[in-house]
Nanobody, 131 residues
Framework: VQLQASGGGLVQVGDSLRLTCTAS?????????FSWFRRAPGKEREFVAA??????????YYSDSVKGRFTISRNIPSNTVYLQMNSLRSEDTAKYYC??????????????????????WGQGTLVTVSS
């Protein structure tokens, strides 16, 4: 699967932004679990959110730092995964990456939050939150 991330930009504290990750390949998006990670300047890449497909719908997980502000979702017909980011803070400034791994290998939050588990990565999209 190839992943294309977009939607980043320069916003102000308190603003909202929606990131998009479009998946293309032989399989549709229900074959994959998707996660978003981010790398802030001078820091290591960290887990942000995950969407695990469970047949009838998604199980979603978030890091504590974004819980209640960010929402991950997927649109199956368009093979797209979104990260809706509200109430942005300066500390959300980072390059955001979407990642995919086969769903049958990604059954737990622990795996969905482990960047070493993911084989497929998008190129990243930069989010800058200005105060």
């Amino acid at each position: 699967v190839q992943l294309q991330a977009s939607g980043g930009g320069l916003v102000q504290v308190g603003d909202s932004l929606r990131l998009t990750c479009t998946a293309s390949g032989r399989r549709d998006s229900t074959y994959y679990a998707f996660s978003w990670f981010r790398r802030a300047p001078g820091k290591e890449r960290e887990f942000v959110a995950a969407d695990l497909w469970s047949g009838g719908g998604s199980d979603t997980y978030y890091s504590d730092s974004v819980k209640g502000r960010f929402t991950i979702s997927r649109n199956i017909p368009s093979n797209t995964v979104y990260l809706q980011m509200n109430s942005l803070r300066s500390e959300d400034t980072a390059k955001y990456y979407c990642a995919a791994a086969p769903q049958f290998l990604t059954q737990t939050r622990r795996l969905a939050a482990d960047q070493g588990h993911f084989t497929y990565w998008g190129q990243g999209t930069l989010v800058t939150v200005s105060s």
